[in-house]
């Protein structure tokens, strides 16, 4: 038996991995995060994606995070319309990139392509958006995926984001949320309804609540859409004595006006 064996049977399997990834990363250029591009450091846009990509940046809602067309259109809160109206049951929501042509091509891959590895890229642009929410942080819980989706999938894309942006004083709580009952397509419904077919489809498995109590939360998904979601989580985590809930995804698709 060769040096190699022996060490490969001494090693833990996670250990071999890394050390896979680390040889591999050395054989394969580091590509463009939306394309095939090669680019100088791992984690980049190559200059054509760059040119289209919409990072989302100040001046922006305090609250949910709407990009502002001028510095002080939210008043002396800093708040939009639509949240003073109707306050969301989460403290704020930031996303790295507006979902469009360019985002979809982050995203798609870490939900459909089986290549959760793919997320340590990514989650640096989420922890530049979220920089302040993820300071406060003190637990990081993933949005559900619905088991049936997770047997298809395998893995759930919100919870490989969580466990890439999970740090000693913000540890992930993978399994803390579960999705009860199996909600209806909600592409397929309006505004209100969305929220309704979602609230009350997420409770915090019991077993978690007790690491979750008087925590600031940062609750993270891939994308962000209507925010029936998020609210549903957020109510959830926040009855289960959470006491703040903050929402962080990459990419984040606006109504259009
Ligand atoms: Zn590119
Ligand atoms: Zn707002």
């Not at 949910?64 to 704020?92: I, K, S, Y």
């Not at 994308?223 to 109510?235: E, Q």
Request: with cysteine; proline share 9%.
């Amino acid at each position: 038996m060769g040096p190699s064996a022996s060490a490969s049977r001494l090693l833990p399997r996670p250990a071999l991995w890394r050390w896979g990834r680390l040889a591999l990363d050395a054989l394969v250029p580091p590509l463009c995060l939306a394309c095939d591009n090669p680019v100088a450091d791992p984690g980049q846009f190559c200059a054509a994606c760059f040119a289209q990509v919409h990072l989302i940046a100040s001046p922006l809602c305090e609250r949910c995070g709407v990009p502002f067309e001028a510095a002080g259109q939210g008043g002396a809160l800093g708040v939009c319309g639509d949240c003073r109206e109707r306050p969301p049951p989460w403290g704020r929501a930031r996303a790295a990139l507006a979902y469009d042509k360019v985002a979809r091509r982050l995203v798609l891959p870490l939900k459909y392509a089986d290549r959760p590895e793919t997320a340590r890229h990514r989650a640096p642009l989420m922890a530049r958006a979220g920089a302040a929410l993820l300071a406060q942080a003190q637990a990081i819980v993933p949005v559900p995926l619905h088991r049936r989706r997770l047997f298809e999938r395998r893995y759930n894309q919100a919870a490989v984001l969580a466990r890439a942006l999970a740090r000693p004083a913000a540890p992930a709580l993978l399994d803390a949320l579960v999705r009860t009952p199996a909600t209806a397509p909600l592409g397929e419904l309006g505004r209100e309804a969305r929220a309704l077919a979602v609230a009350g489809a997420f409770g915090v498995r019991p077993a978690r609540a007790a690491a979750l109590r008087g925590k600031c939360v940062l609750l993270v998904d891939d994308v962000l859409t209507s925010g029936a979601t998020a609210g549903g989580c957020a109510k959830a985590l926040l009855e289960a004595g959470a006491a703040s809930v903050d929402v962080l995804a990459l990419a984040r698709a606006f109504r259009r006006p």
